[in-house]
């Protein structure tokens, strides 16, 4: 069936360089987009969202874009710091409420 | 408050025993959630309570029961588990269809 992919599934960063984390999804039903990160022992913390009539959002250090023309959804971490090493889930929802996970890039920071 | 609280953080059960997982949210979210992750795996969506009653059942094994007392709780009641239910189950919950907010999880060992 249509899913939510991650295109890595390791990324190892130095310490205050930019992260950039990637997902391909293939439903093009999918309206709405979540980053989730997850650390050790703990469950999934909502990141960032967009929904699909914006190409980019931004918060705190993190900015996701979207490309629904190639079915792309990217999260960005700038300044990445130790605290950040964790797995990052994309997930979607395409109007209903059945959250479909991507697989998950483990991101590593190295001092 | 954004939490999702959910009880035991740990539990270890017998194939004949009979347990129970708590949830409790006070956001008040109308949609509560169970995932199910092994490790190193993304989390997979159990069931789906949207005003108190079920709305989307997972083809889950009847050996897992949801139950919705109110708006607040979620309870997942388990009995004649197997070995391979050893996961870490996830509460979550979300005001309509956008992202869920999740708890930290109840990690079960059948033993």
């Known amino acids: 069936g249509e899913n939510v992919g991650l295109h890595l599934p390791t990324l190892s960063v130095q310490e205050g360089d930019n992260s950039i984390i990637n997902c391909a999804y293939s439903n093009s039903a999918s309206d709405y987009f979540i980053w989730y990160k997850q650390e050790s022992g703990k469950g999934p913390q909502f990141i960032i969202d967009?929904?699909?009539?914006?190409d980019k959002r931004q918060g705190q250090r993190v900015t996701v874009l979207l490309n629904k023309t190639v079915k792309h959804l990217s999260l960005q971490i700038a300044a990445t710091q130790p605290g950040d090493s964790a797995v990052y889930f994309c997930?979607?929802?395409?109007?209903?409420?059945?959250?479909?996970f991507g697989a998950g890039t483990t991101v590593t920071v190295r001092a | 408050d954004t939490e999702v609280t959910q009880t035991p953080k740990h539990l270890v059960m017998g194939m004949t025993n009979k347990k129970s997982l708590k949830c409790e949210q006070h956001?008040?979210?109308?949609?509560m959630y169970w995932y199910k992750q092994k490790a190193k795996k993304p989390p997979e969506l159990m069931f789906v309570?949207?005003?108190?009653?079920?709305?989307i059942n997972e083809s889950v094994p009847s050996r897992f029961s949801p139950e919705c007392p109110n708006s607040s709780l979620l309870n997942l009641h388990l009995h004649a588990l197997q070995p391979e239910d050893s996961a870490l189950y996830l509460c979550?919950?979300?005001?309509?269809?956008?992202?869920?907010?999740f708890g930290q999880g109840t990690r079960l060992t059948v033993v």
């Open positions: 309570y949207s005003y108190e009653k079920l709305s």
């Open positions: 979550a919950s979300s005001q309509g269809q956008d992202g869920a907010f």
């Open positions: 997930a979607e929802n395409s109007n209903d409420y059945k959250l479909s």
């Open positions: 967009i929904r699909s009539n914006m």
């Open positions: 956001m008040g979210h109308r949609a």
